[in-house]
């Protein structure tokens, strides 16, 4: 018995290491593509400034110093063994880091936030509850609205900057790989050629990507291991044939020599340094399709070794012809009889880097419109096997055009490198500070940590920053007017949503009126079953009211329907419902809301519609059962205790599980008053419990409990009859304005931004794939 478990423990380790190494395998295509690729323009943008080359080969030292220490202390020590571990459930990137912010600390701005969010199993608490160590800083942040806009506007910066080096990126990437032909062709021919294979190269890369990264993907790694062999081994035979005695340079002392010699022009020689690390937020962004072990492993096993090499063989060959400074390019140092293979190997990775900053930056654009930051775009999902992979058709062309311009605009590696530079080390540094208040709120540790965290790192990535804002002249403008106009699209956007929120919640009508117009509601009942969409989670919306104004009549099965994004990747589909009642049951009325994370794929209205009648159906059972009758009773007089009205009964989560192999309804109750003072009681599943039954002999509560069965079953076949008749789904029609008194900014945003914005982006029946026969639009006139 005792080997029979040892064998078998043997095995399931074989199988975790088996599983770790081919995802590390995986990772290189999809991770490290932009990191890899670096070398081929790295020193290029570094030498382009004044750098005067001496005998002593101390500035080429110093750059190789300046390469290996920057690649130790940021990709290595910073996110392989720091901010990897901030992760939200697995998952990385700027969002995650304030999804666990938000968590932590009541900051975020997401209008309908929930005591019931809270319980899902995805939204727990990487720590206990903090001590003193950073109650001080929760507390302010909380008390101060003006930190949750600020920290918002960070969030805003970083992402915006992500979507500028998804711009770049691909223009710098291919273009320096292309520009290898000049070593094969005459520079006549050189001349008329690059630009024109480069725009090919570009369009073909954005018109395939369609496809999705699934279908193109099975060669990514490949192409990635042999780009990384091959720069390695190059650079081990340029260490070996020209200068061995380069690994001296590895010392911090030649950092030092290389500022003192050049001054002014080796600081700002430093934003050609910094390009070395690009692509390494990918490690973070990208997390949630791998795991922290695999991405450690590629990096620390394969990718490093192989870039300090690659970096070092350059400098060993530059440091014994110093001729070829002032036509410095990375083909230089590769032999001439592997040239034409390594130029074929080094645009399929540069299309290779390319693809996964711009699947980023997708992913990154879909997390920032499920949180309500950014105008509704067209989402298609390339995999049905693979999460998250993900195509947005207005983004791709728009990101090509703007690529190609750039790539021509520019014609010059030097400003490409110069906008690049500035946009990765505004992430990184964004990502820094983020990070530093997880240290302090998520992982409870003393301040003095989070401190020494920020200024190591930070000092770090404000030198490179520095050096790269002094290029603003020289292309480094372009990513700040694309950060500058992204982020003020995206407040807006998110202002302007907060904004109708808080209208209506203001002027949504009391569950009151709706009772006082009696069991058929004062209007007529129609069959079917009527969807009113709505962002509130309790009461009556305002265009409910108007409707049934305007046209007394209505649908037998009446479900306001409110679908809300959770700080949070994911919602497990067995937490996703909140299902209650409104009003009592002869109304036939009903609270329904779906929670979504910010990677989670929103459902097609064809099956989202079966699952909401059978998510109303098992709240019916659950409702209806003579245990949840008695508890919910309980809760109504305590609500009566406390002042609250018991009209809407507690919401409950309905999902559906299996048990042994048998599908089982797990219902849990919570109150629908959203303050954050109230108890989430957690009721268990009254599938799941032993039942002990007693024998009653009162013949009254027999009757009562048959009396139950018969109006369980009555509003059942009501359900099922209602759905047959058909689905209508009613939606606002909304027209912002801002109100009478309101300052020019103000009115500037609201009345020509975000309605212009609104007109131009898809509708909210397109992007809840409503058909247009089962619509029904109610317009509103918000007032803000």
Sequence with gaps: MYLDSEKSWSNSKKDYWKTILLLAYQSLGVVYGDLSISPLYVYRNTFAEDIHHSKTNDEIFGVLSFIFWTLTLIPLFKYVFVVLRADDNGEGGTFALYSLICRHAKVSLLPNRQVADEALSTYKLEHPPEKSNSSRLKLLLEKHKSLHTGLLILVLLGTCMVIGDGLLTPAISVFTAVSGLEYTMSKEHHQYAVMPITCFVLVCLFALQHYGTHRIGFIFAPVVLTWLLCISSIGLYNILYWNPYVCEALSPYYMFIFLKKTRKSGWMSLGGI?????????????????????????????????????????????????????????????????????????????????????????????????????????????????????????????????????????????????????????????????????????????????????????????????????????????????????????????????????????????????????????????????????????????????????????????????????????????????????????????????????????????????????????????????????????????????????????????????VSGVPASVSVGFSTVESVTDVVNMEPAGGFEKRVRFAIDNASESDEQSEKEVQLQEELQELLAAQQSGTAFILGNSHVKAKQGSSVLKRLAINFGYNFLRRNCRRPDVALEVPPVSLLEVGIVYVV
Excluded at 409 to 437: E, P, Q, W
Excluded at 499 to 510: A, R, T
Aim: aromatic share 10%; hydrophobic share 45%.
């Design 274 to 658: 910094v390009l070395c690390i690009t692509g390494s937020e990918a490690m973070f962004a990208d997390l949630g399709h791998f795991s922290y072990t695999a991405i450690q492993i590629a990096f620390t096993c394969l990718v490093y070794p192989a870039l300090i090499l690659a970096y070092m063989g350059q400098t060993a060959y530059l440091s014994k012809h110093p001729h070829a400074i002032n036509q410095i390019n990375f083909y230089v140092s590769i032999p001439e009889i592997v040239r034409w293979p390594v130029l074929t190997v080094a645009i399929l990775a540069s299309v290779v880097g390319s693809q996964s900053i711009i699947s980023g930056t997708f992913s990154i654009i879909n997390q920032s419109q499920s949180l309500g930051c950014f105008p509704r775009v067209k989402i298609v999902h390339t995999s049905d096997k693979i999460h998250g992979q993900i195509y947005i058709p207005e983004i791709n062309w728009i990101l090509m055009i703007l690529c190609i311009a750039v790539t021509i605009g520019f014609r010059d590696i030097k400003h490409m490198g110069n906008a690049s530079g500035l946009a990765v080390m505004a992430v990184m540094l964004v990502t820094t500070c983020l990070t530093s208040l997880v240290i302090i709120l998520c992982w409870n540790k003393r301040p003095i940590v989070a401190l020494c965290f920020l200024l190591f790192f930070g000092s770090i990535e404000l030198l490179y920053l520095s050096a790269s804002l002094i290029k603003f002249l020289e292309g480094a403008w372009l990513p700040i007017l694309l950060a500058l106009v992204l982020t003020t699209i995206m407040f807006i956007w998110h202002y302007a949503t907060i904004k109708k929120y808080e209208y209506d919640l203001q002027n949504k009508v009391s569950l009151e009126w709706l009772l006082a117009l009696g069991p058929s509601l004062g209007i007529t009942r129609v069959p079917g079953i009527g969807v009113v969409f709505t962002d509130l989670t309790s009461g009556i919306p305002a265009n409910f009211s108007r409707f049934v104004t305007n046209l007394p009549a209505f649908h037998e099965v009446l479900v306001f329907m409110c679908v809300k994004s959770i700080p949070v990747p994911y919602v497990p589909l067995a937490e996703r419902y909140l299902v209650s009642r409104v009003g009592p049951a002869s109304h036939r009325s009903y609270r329904c809301i779906v929670r979504y994370g910010y990677r989670d794929v929103h459902q097609d209205v064809n099956s989202f519609e079966s699952e909401l009648v059978d998510k109303l159906a098992g709240f019916i059972r659950y409702d209806w059962c003579p245990r949840h009758d008695t508890i919910r009773q309980g809760n109504g007089d305590d609500m009566l205790q406390s002042g609250r009205s018991p009209i809407e009964s507690r919401l409950a989560v309905i999902g559906t599980v299996a």
